[in-house]
């Protein structure tokens, strides 16, 4: 990763201490996971210069945010703060709402964003004259992340965005994240309790608990590594970066690549050569020692058991690489044993094509 700043801090409450250190960087999405309580929110407001009692220093762009001697505020770190809800003002227009956020523009020699770049990204274009009333909570949000990216932002806090939002308007506005991620150069920091969201969108992440840090790294890495605590989730999966090699528009199916060379068929005709991320999780997928012909699954995958990564309780969670795409695959302790499975034993993983996301 390469990092444009770092953060070492101490935050002392009565029931409750933020104690962390870690690299901020330079570009792409860097994950805040944990559970209710772990201290997610409270570090992005340490970062964002709303917290008075911050102890230790952060750095990012050459500037220091915080020190013994100091603790800029929010404005004069010039960040971009997204939060769970839209906060937009309801007397003013979309319109009227995205300029505050260019009258807000605290930059002095980087350029400003291409207004229509922007609103073309976010599909917000055809909203510029509602008042927020007349708005979906995933609109209002777009409009959100506008404002705040238009105020030319060398950083953007993410807090919860979607934790308003019901699920179909989460899967409406997953893909306008994601398209900001792959466009922008600004790096984010994304705070969320949800493994589906900081899979589909982040690159690196912090996994929080109790205010500290369990874990510090790859995104890839954190999802299939047997030390890391996310491995051990009901909802343990894996992700996959690749490009669309095919699409079928009459099965509503496309066919990706990965950076590996494996193609998997997954739902939905997106266009050739659109790159894609597919989360695939451990319980959807099914294992068998010699490869199935005739199958209704579209996905039998090769691959050689690499790790055990857990075998307590009634199943037996592993990892698989197939030419070095790592996943997981959950099967019950009878099925392992009556398969008689080993580590660097051939296996063939069978996926259901419904079991994989695109984002």
Request: aromatic fraction near 4%; charge should be positive; include cysteine.
């Amino acid at each position: 990763m390469n990092k444009a700043g770092h953060c070492a801090i101490k935050l002392q409450r009565k029931a409750f201490a933020i104690d962390v250190e870690f690299d901020i960087p330079s570009r792409g999405v860097l994950g805040i996971f944990g559970h209710s309580g772990s201290g997610k929110t409270t570090l992005l407001r340490c970062l964002a210069g709303l917290e008075k009692d911050v102890q230790g220093q952060i750095e990012f762009n050459s500037q220091t945010w915080l020190s013994q001697s100091q603790n800029l505020s929010s404005q004069s770190r010039n960040i971009g703060y997204i939060f769970q809800e839209d906060r937009l003002f309801p007397h003013l227009n979309v319109r009227q709402n995205l300029d505050y956020g260019s009258t807000r523009n605290t930059a002095n020699n980087s350029a400003p964003l291409d207004r229509e770049h922007l609103f073309k990204l976010l599909n917000i274009g055809h909203l510029l004259d509602r008042k927020p009333r007349q708005l979906s909570g995933g609109e209002k949000q777009r409009v959100a992340i506008g404002r705040a990216l238009l105020k030319n932002p060398q950083i953007m806090l993410l807090d919860e965005p979607l934790a308003s939002l019901d699920k179909k308007r989460k899967q409406e506005i997953l893909p306008f994240l994601s398209r900001l991620h792959r466009e922008l150069s600004i790096p984010m920091l994304y705070v969320s309790h949800s493994m589906e969201e900081v899979s589909l969108l982040c690159d690196h992440i912090i996994v929080m608990e109790q205010g500290r840090i369990q874990f510090n790294g790859r995104l890839h890495e954190a999802l299939v590594s047997p030390e890391s605590p996310l491995t051990k989730a009901d909802d343990a999966a894996a992700v996959l970066d690749g490009i669309v090699t095919k699409q079928e528009k009459e099965f509503q199916l496309s066919t990706i690549q990965t950076a590996n060379g494996n193609n998997i068929v997954v739902p939905g005709d997106t266009e050739v050569g659109q790159p894609v991320r597919v989360r695939i999780q451990s319980s959807n997928i099914s294992l068998c020692k010699t490869a199935v012909t005739n199958s209704s699954i579209l996905n039998i995958i090769e691959g050689t058991i690499s790790a055990i990564v857990d075998k307590s309780g009634s199943h037996v969670l592993l990892q698989i690489n197939s030419r070095n795409d790592l996943l997981l695959a959950r099967i019950t302790k009878k099925s392992y044993q009556q398969l008689e499975l080993s580590i660097d034993q051939t296996i063939f993983m069978q996926i259901k094509a419904v079991a994989i996301h695109g984002a």
